[in-house]
């Protein structure tokens, strides 16, 4: 199949979460299955930077950018991926965070960014861009890219599209002028279009027009569907549910793999797992630890954000770290968690260290030099953190939520018994909670090391590769090729009665953009 994949950032060429992690690992265990699967990317100056040999497709005229608008072809690095990048100097070239500017706030034109961005993906999706190529099926990846199945649903001859959810609280809502401002046709405002609460949103259209919606865990899939975790979405979450799959995400293996990481400070497999210590020792060295195979080195890698349970872990740390445990955070985020840890951190300097940043390297050392790995989230759409440590024999204590129900078998006697257990899960969302798990956790560590050994290893023969979800997303490509779906599937079901998107934002202590 002639398949276009379309996203706001893609690993190595941009990265600020999971989404890159997905769209620079799937298009390469699809391209495996022998589909034509072509990635395309808005031209940041980073992705200009890392792809080799450009060249330019096309120029577009497209409305929302005065000048001429260059597709540009080339290569994901290290793979055979086919890569258009969207040229639009005026909204692209900046550096940093392809979201935000330096002060963390939303860059104050993104609603023109990616709807230019959409436009661009729906030239390519209609044959106007590259005229050697027509995708299709167009597979379009959270809000950025959300208005890609809307405009495409105007076309009286369009290829099928999927809409993936990789974390519906983020998406792209702008206020109601945003609509003239972009050039979107008025019949496109209404509580069965774009609307939400007055608002113009991105994730709605994608959600409501997609031939087929996707999210990246099959709990995560059922919990959108709730109140709870829907942020008003719901009730056209549940509309949609008979196009509604979730879908696990799988892992790059070339780039996490204890046995063959060339950031790692010495390399292991199971049969070398005397060489994980090496690799404690190195991060207890790189962080300024007492260094010793004493305490339980407990790692977290991941946005400083009450999303994550950060806050969780700051109501412990007095207590947790009584116990002979020390603990290496690397991330950012919350500019008032990141300055609670690093106020913690210099209270505790012999056993916490914190890290405010983004380093690739670094993530891949606290995979391997850590003995557990903390993900105490609120929710997780997927996560990948967890399925790294897994296959680092750094065993995850997690919150029993979306992907992290999914991928974590949590410790007891009857998955002890049958080697199935590879980490520790806790329900409530609370302190407590989290502070008896992590203490379980510790007590197994100290007093039966032959148990949590088989903790490590049951977790390093687990396959997260993509082997099986990239043959899932093949099947879903056929299907909404052959029969794809009516043209919207908007509906007013998305207020439902007694819920307001504000009361549902709290309950989990999550920000709407
Ligand atoms: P999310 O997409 O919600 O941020 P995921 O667990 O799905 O969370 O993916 C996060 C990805 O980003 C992982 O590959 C993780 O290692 C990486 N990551 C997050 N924060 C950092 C950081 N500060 N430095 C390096 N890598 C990070």
Redesign the pocket.
Known sequence: MDILFCSSEAYPLI???????VSGSLPKALLQLEHDIRLVLPAYPAAIQQAEGLKEVSRLTLSGCDDPVRILRSQLPDSAVPLYLVDAPSLFNRLGNPYVQADGSDWPDNAQRFALFARACVALALGQADPAWRPQVVHCNDWQTGLVPVLLSQEAQRPATLFSI??LSYQGLFPAATMKALELPDTLWSIDGLEFYNMLSFIKGGIANADWVTTVSPTYATEICEEEFGYGLEGLLQYRSDRLTGILNGIDADIWNPAADRWIARRYDVHTLQNKLFNKFTLQRDHDLPISSQPMLLGY???LVS??GVDLVLDIIDTLLEQPVQLVM???GDPALEEQLQAAARRYPKQLSVTV????Q??HRIEAGADALLMPSRY??????QM?SQLYGTVPIVRRTGGLADTVVDFNEQTLGDHSATGFCFDEDSPEALLATCLGALNLFRNDRVDWWKLVIAGMHRDFSWTSSAARYSELYKQVIQHPGEESRTTSLDRPTGTSRASSAQQTGQRLH
Do not use: F, I
């Not at 940043?357 to 690739?360: K, L, R, S, T, V």
């Not at 997780?380 to 953190?385: S, T, V």
């Open positions: 990265k600020t979460g999971g989404l890159a992690d990789h974390n890698v991941g946005r999303q994550k690397l991330g950012s940043g983004y380093d690739e670094a993530a997780e759409p997927c996560g990948l953190n790294y």
